[in-house]
């Protein structure tokens, strides 16, 4: 049974993530005044794909024991994933460099409640968590880093497409 709720919440993850591809960075971001300290392009789908198999995990074993504080903890968890698709398409689709930052609080804050939420249930749960709030905290400093580097495109409207 855990296979099957794994292989439900990877599916909503992968629903998130989908925006990535139908938002890729593109010509403007790589325009964009960086810190040298930014990640390598391949960091980010390795990063990701780790992070939504141990985020399913998680949800995956914390619905196998049902109680309220678990469908507190998956309903955080859902509102996570939910707002974890709001970023990409505001940053890049969007070029939406302050809006981003604002999202990407929004985002830390969240996981880090579902962290919380789901170490009340099952401790592994949390601990699975713990990459993904350090991954929101390096993407808040980058996205941060990025804003401050570039304050003239901070939140102007994107170029026409060609």
């Known amino acids: ?13 992968l629903g998130a993530g989908a925006t990535g591809g139908l938002f890729p960075p593109g010509p403007w971001y790589r325009a964009l005044n ?3 300290w930014t990640p390598p392009d391949w960091v980010f789908p390795v990063v990701w794909t780790t992070l939504y198999l141990c985020m399913s995990y998680a949800a995956a074993r ?18 996570q994933v939910a707002y974890n698709g ?4 505001v940053f890049f689709g969007l070029q939406r460099i302050k809006t981003g930052m604002v999202i990407l609080v929004g985002l830390w ?21 713990a990459p993904y709030v350090l991954w929101v905290t390096v993407a808040g400093a980058l996205n ?11 939140n102007q409207s994107p170029a026409p497409a060609a």
Do not use: E
């Open 1 to 13: 049974m855990i296979w099957l709720f794994f292989t439900i919440f990877l599916i909503a993850c």
């Open 34 to 36: 960086k810190p040298s």
């Open 62 to 79: 914390v619905a196998m024991k049902p109680s309220l504080d678990a469908t507190f903890a998956l309903t955080l968890w859902a509102a």
């Open 86 to 89: 709001l970023w990409t398409p």
């Open 109 to 129: 804050i969240l996981v880090l409640a579902t962290m919380v939420a789901l170490w009340r249930v099952d401790a592994l749960a949390g601990v699975l968590m």
């Open 144 to 154: 941060w880093s990025v804003w401050r580097l570039n304050p003239d495109k901070a």
